[in-house]
């Protein structure tokens, strides 16, 4: 119905991009926060004035995560804030969609923004099912609110602060505030703006330990960290099959492949206990029931499309840190392309002939086959001897030369599988080396600390180096730069050995 060239004289009598003020946006202000903006300085005394001046519509642009009508909005205020392809991507909450979507959805859901069809909006992003389509609260920093009141007097809705998965600030380390829940009657009605809410518009604080506080950030750094891989497609088939290499890897399925599901479950319940409390989080509790909710639901055969926010809170659950993740997706995307789906599976399932044929066939050591492919030696040992493959088994008592070299490399804090790699050890052997010598545990660790850190050093340094005269902030903005976990770990290095990062310009 909208035309996106269309001259402003197509909305007569109801206002000229010419005459009225238009606000700037603000770098990372998210679409609704403008128009609020915008409607203040307007004068009009309805909220549904200003929604049908900017969007032809009475309601849609009321719509904080996703309005409509933005070829409509586009035209109406003469680009001022950029292409619809640019508003949608940099101020709703598609960006986090995207990631997820194959080149020709984003394209297609690009084109539902012009029109103000909702239910066409959830059938494009595959939400129909998962009863999340609910608009998520507004949510904001009282840190950074205080922050504004010097500059926006209005205060503004950062994008930042408004995914679906993020309840924390980044930069204060805090969590948000949310606004209270206006009840479906009252939705689409205002043009809220931070400052102005009144003490009951914002909701109660639910209770919150550190731990989970702390969870929470964890997982805002992974929203912002996967907010920076533009133009990356994260494919639900193969995403499984990440999900369940690292499921593997943390101990959660046996060898031949079977997932150790309750055990999975309780451990992800434990470590995000109370945060079902949180707005449009409570489909966390499902992971309880005997299909255990959404990760039953990511982790099975056909994934389907899913909400981003599962996807955020599993890849968080099951990695420390994005860099990991987006090294084994690359990986399993290798495998696939290069050895095809079934190579996928493989990996997870068909490790006895893979065992047989490196004992058998390369003359590897059964020690050494089962390390590398992950399989307990005892069991790997007597699939062995039951298809009468000829083993040769290494002493379990170590050299004297042997253990002054374990002993080395624990003092210099190699890492245990990699110590278990070398030395042609039981990964369990190394472990319980340890526990039995609470000093040597001690020098490892310290030493694995520092290795570590050197590690994320020369990491953020290249980062620096190829990005000279990047700001900081925007440094920091780079995916697996490195910075977070220094100023968590290692705040006295940044500051006493990169005096010139501070002095880089701040914007
Ligand atoms: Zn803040």
Not at 201 to 217: D, F, K, N, P, Y
Not at 243 to 251: D, E, I, N, P, V
Not at 386 to 403: C, E, S, Y
């Amino acid at each position: 119905m909208t035309k996106s060239a269309a001259p402003s004289t197509e909305y007569p009598g109801l206002f000229s991009p010419h005459q009225e003020p238009l606000p700037g946006a603000l770098d990372g202000e998210l679409l609704y926060s403008w128009c609020a903006r915008f409607h203040r300085l307007s004068g009009n005394s309805k909220a549904s004035t200003t929604s049908q001046m900017l969007f032809g519509h009475a309601t849609t642009g009321l719509r904080h995560d996703f309005p409509g009508q933005l070829g409509y909005f586009g035209a109406a205020t003469g680009g001022h804030l950029g292409t619809l392809q640019e508003i949608v991507q940099a101020r709703t909450q598609f960006a986090l969609h995207a990631l997820f979507l194959d080149e020709s959805t984003r394209r297609a859901t690009e084109s539902v923004f012009q029109g103000n069809d909702r239910s066409q909006l959830s059938r494009t992003l595959g939400l129909s099912r998962s009863g999340q389509v609910s608009l998520t609260p507004l949510k904001a920093c009282p840190a950074c609110i205080g922050e504004d009141r010097g500059t926006v007097l209005t205060g503004w809705w950062r994008m930042d602060h408004q995914w679906p998965s993020m309840y924390a600030c980044l930069k204060h380390r805090c969590l948000l505030n949310v606004m209270a829940n206006q009840g479906r009657a009252h939705w689409l009605q205002e043009w809220y703006l931070p400052v102005e809410l009144r003490e009951d518009q914002w909701a109660e604080h639910t209770e919150m330990g550190q731990s989970q506080v702390e969870r929470l950030i964890h997982i805002a750094r992974w929203t912002e960290a996967l907010l920076h891989q533009r133009d990356i497609y994260f494919d639900a088939t193969l995403l499984r099959h990440v999900y369940l290499y690292q499921a593997k890897a943390r101990g959660w399925m046996t060898w031949d492949g079977a997932l150790r599901f309750a055990t999975l479950r309780a451990a992800f319940a434990d470590s995000h206990r109370g945060l079902e409390a949180l707005p449009g989080w409570e489909f966390i509790k499902e992971v309880g029931s005997v299909n255990g909710g959404f990760l039953g639901l990511l982790l099975r055969k056909h994934p389907g499309r899913r909400h981003p926010l599962k996807h955020v809170l599993l890849m968080a659950f099951l990695y420390e840190e994005p860099l990991d993740f987006y090294a084994q997706y690359e990986n399993s995307k290798l495998i696939l392309e290069t050895e095809g789906p079934a190579a996928l599976d493989r990996r997870l399932t068909d490790m006895q002939s893979r065992l047989i044929e490196m004992v058998e066939s390369e003359g590897k050591s059964a020690n050494a086959s089962c390390l590398e492919l992950g399989i307990p030696t005892t069991q790997g040992l007597r699939l062995l001897t039951r298809k009468n493959v000829a083993v040769h088994r290494r002493p379990r008592i170590l050299t004297d030369a042997l253990k002054a070299e374990l002993e080395a490399l624990l003092r210099a804090g190699t890492e245990r599988d990699e110590i278990a790699r070398r030395l042609k050890l039981r990964k369990a052997y190394v472990k319980d080396y340890l526990a039995t010598q609470p000093e040597l545990r001690n020098a490892w660790e310290q030493a694995a600390k520092v290795q570590l850190a050197a590690r994320y050093r020369a990491h953020f340094l290249r980062v620096l180096e190829d990005n000279p005269d990047v700001p900081i902030k925007r440094i920091r903005r780079i995916g697996g730069n490195g910075f977070e976990w220094l100023y968590r770990n290692d705040r006295e290095w940044l500051a006493e050995n990169l005096p010139g990062i501070w002095r880089r310009p701040e914007t």
